[in-house]
């Protein structure tokens, strides 16, 4: 067998090891994991926090739906997160939806009913585009089951915004510079700041408050009957729990009465 030089192998080792670092550029960088945070509503058995939910939607309903519709959610829905009937009617008739044409065929206003859907507040997506130098604020029904990181990134990206950005960052007009957007950077200005909104149980409403809070109420939208399926979870688990304990009780009989059967048989 020929022997394989001792140079050549060297030679081809240190090429290898060479491309090495060309194979670490090449490969896709894995996006940064956000920092876990404390929710109420994860693991199997956790249930959304309506004092929170119901302060995420002040959030949503001053801030955020001044850009961005819900449209998977209806008035109606928000009973789930503790509203009165009154205050989601009165809710929905502060909102001008477009009604019918009237008889000249003019568009017409009506105020929102209960079961109007919580619609973006612009005409169309391309007018939102415009209105929002390029890029339309996304619909906020999905937005917290399409991030892999759902709740964390959302909690990130909304305290992620650096004004100044860090120095080197590329600046570009009308982006703003967020750790946590792709590319670092961003159309939506920073939305939140402390005490824009003022939340009606006293809770201190800090940036990071709102961020929480509203990011509980984007879970919540991205999955509203959560609470519901944990608890019935619960009641199926303590119900099998139950049949569980009968079953070995009564494996215990039974195998008792057998043993002292087999011990008079021998008996005899
Ligand atoms: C002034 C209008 C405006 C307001 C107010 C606003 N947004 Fe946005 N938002 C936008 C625009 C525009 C985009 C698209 C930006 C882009 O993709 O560059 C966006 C995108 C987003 C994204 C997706 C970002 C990404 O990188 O995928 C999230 C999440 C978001 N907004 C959450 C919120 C929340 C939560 C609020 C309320 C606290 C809010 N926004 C308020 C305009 C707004």
Known sequence: MAKFPASRATALSAAL??????????????????????WSFEGPVGQFDQKSLQRG????????????????????DL???????????????????????????????????PDDHLTSPFPSEAAAAAMMGGVAPPDQSRLAAIQPHGADWLYAFLTGYRMPPPPGAPV??????NDWADGHLVGMPPPLSDDAVEFPDGTPAT???QARDVTTFLVWASDPHRNDRHRIGLYVFAYLSGLLLLAIAWKRKIWKRGTLRNAQDTHD
């Open 17 to 38: 090891l060479a491309t090495l670092p060309l194979l670490a550029q090449a490969a896709p960088a894995t996006p940064p994991v956000p920092p876990h945070q404390k």
């Open 57 to 76: 939607f002040v959030v949503f309903h001053e801030i955020c739906s001044s850009c961005h519709g819900m449209r998977s959610v209806t008035y109606h």
């Open 79 to 113: 009973l789930g997160i503790g509203l009165s009937p009154k205050a989601v009617t009165d809710l929905a008739h502060t909102r001008q939806i477009a009604g019918p044409p009237d008889a000249a065929g003019h568009p017409t206003l009506r105020p929102g009913l």
């Open 172 to 177: 570009v007009p009308g982006k703003f510079y």
């Open 207 to 209: 940036a990071a408050q």
